[in-house]
């Protein structure tokens, strides 16, 4: 079957000649139509995450046909009975288990669900990660609530805008920001009240000027724009933090958090229940993913190339068949 694939060391390579998986006990086959990437692929690919095995299929979302039945796979495996705290045997689907970027891949039932039916594969594929990590971030720990306001940090990636769609189908009121105008106006189109570029001088001033304070941030940096956000925060606010690619949080200060009585919590994936009630929502709701792009499957490397650049709005999706 054809494949893409971590061959070794920082090297990815699509191939035709991969064999077709053979389901285990628990396993069944899904002729996978489409794929996303994560940034996790990304990272795994330029050796920056623990554990690789080579070789790898990479990939974590999928859509396809499984026993005559629409569906979209949850990457979220083996989380465990703690809905606190995933397992210590916990996975994520595309390495070390093989993933989707791939035309067959064999996944445990359990992760199997029916595809929302307004939704094509290509859209289909670009919920399972970014969709399940931001519906834990926003519900879970945001404890959100309509009438709420939100800011989204970071808008354009897959967690950050599922956090935003999330956000306004709960009926929040959601701001956003970025470090490219064309993204902030892209956000706004999609129903964002407002927004900042965070490259601009006093961004946070200008954010609280349109805003106010929020209830609930929802961030994926990190780094010095967190301890800005703080400020922003009305008493009361939980900030919940779900990636840090901007790296330490610098002259954090711990008078405004417990004076302000701010909770800052961590997020990661999430549980089964929670992949569930993501896509009961998606379907109520009638939520549709935005997707960025969408290239062939032996094209995968360009797509790579485009998430590494940070030039997305939405989820790239690899056609697999």
Known sequence: MKAFILADKEKVEFREDMPKPVAQADEVLVQIRAAALNHRDVWISKGLYPG???????????????????????????????PAIQAKDYQILGMPRYGT????????AAQIYDKPAHLSMEEATAIPLAGLTAYRAVFSKGQLTAGQKVLVTGIGGGVALWAMQLA????????????????????????????????????AKTLRQQAGSFDLVIDGAGGEGLAQVL?????????????????????????????KQISILGTSMGTDAEFAALLEMVSRCQIKPVVDSVFALEDTAAAFARMAAGEQFGKIVIRTS
Do not use: M
């Open 168 to 203: 306004l189908a709960g009926g929040a009121e959601v701001y956003v920001t970025s470090g490219h105008d064309a993204k902030l106006h892209k956000a706004k189109v999609l129903g964002a009240h407002g927004g900042v570029n965070y490259r601009e001088s006093d961004w």
């Open 101 to 108: 970027l791939a035309e067959w891949s064999a996944i445990p």
């Open 52 to 82: 690789i095995v080579f070789p790898s299929i990479l990939g974590s979302d999928g859509a396809g046909i499984c026993e005559g039945r629409e569906v979209v796979i949850n990457p979220s495996i083996g989380w465990g009975a703690n």
């Open 231 to 259: 400020g922003c925060c009305a008493p009361g606010a939980r900030v919940v933090v779900y990636g840090g690619g901007r790296g330490a949080v610098p002259q954090l200060s711990p008078q405004l958090l417990f004076w």
